[in-house]
């Protein structure tokens, strides 16, 4: 398994991995083709990939906004999963953040989710049950 940055040629391997993996996004919106060829050309936001030969395997989207990580778009090939895959690409987007200076990662994960709650917990990540998020939206696809 190898880990490298993603282009806007790899995108419609990640719009497939995202969707064997049942991931929620946005294709309309923020998942669109050109939103991420935008976001790619930022410095605060990297994509990665995890690829077994030529196969894209796993997707984590690495970010910083200038104060704070964010690790989003985490995905992993059903066929792939338990194998630590997830654990190493998160490792790889933490190096990223920690060597931009970025002293604190944050995730935000759904309720339903689990799996991601224990990946959470495995990588030393503390919960925070305390927080309500909100957002606000100039389209419902954003
Ligand atoms: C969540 C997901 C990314 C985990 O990927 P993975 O490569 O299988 O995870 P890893 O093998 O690195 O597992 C690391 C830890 O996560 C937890 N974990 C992963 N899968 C789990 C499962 N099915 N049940 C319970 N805990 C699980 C465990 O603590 C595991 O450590 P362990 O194997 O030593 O017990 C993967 O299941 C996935 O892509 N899910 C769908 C998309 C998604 O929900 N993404 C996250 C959005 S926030």
């Not at 395997?57 to 995905?75: C, E, F, H, Q, Y």
């Not at 059903?78 to 990662?105: C, N, Q």
């Not at 994960?109 to 305390?130: P, V």
Request: proline share 2%.
């Amino acid at each position: 398994m190898k880990i490298r940055e993603l282009t806007i040629k790899d995108y419609s391997k990640i719009i497939d991995l995202w969707t064997v993996s049942g991931l929620e996004f946005k294709p309309k919106g923020r998942d669109s083709r050109k939103s991420i060829q935008g976001e790619m050309k930022k410095s605060s936001c990297i994509y990665l990939g995890a690829f077994e030969k030529e196969e894209l395997i796993g997707t984590l989207i690495v970010t910083d906004d200038g104060r704070k990580g964010w690790l989003n778009r985490l995905a992993i090939h059903p066929d792939y999963r338990r194998k630590g895959i997830a654990k190493k690409l998160s490792r790889a987007g933490e190096k990223i953040l920690f060597k931009k200076g970025i002293g604190i990662i944050a995730l935000l994960i759904f309720d339903h989710n689990e799996k991601s709650q224990n990946l959470a917990k495995s990588l030393g990540y503390e919960e925070h049950r305390d927080i309500v998020y909100f957002t606000k939206r100039i389209n419902p696809d954003i």
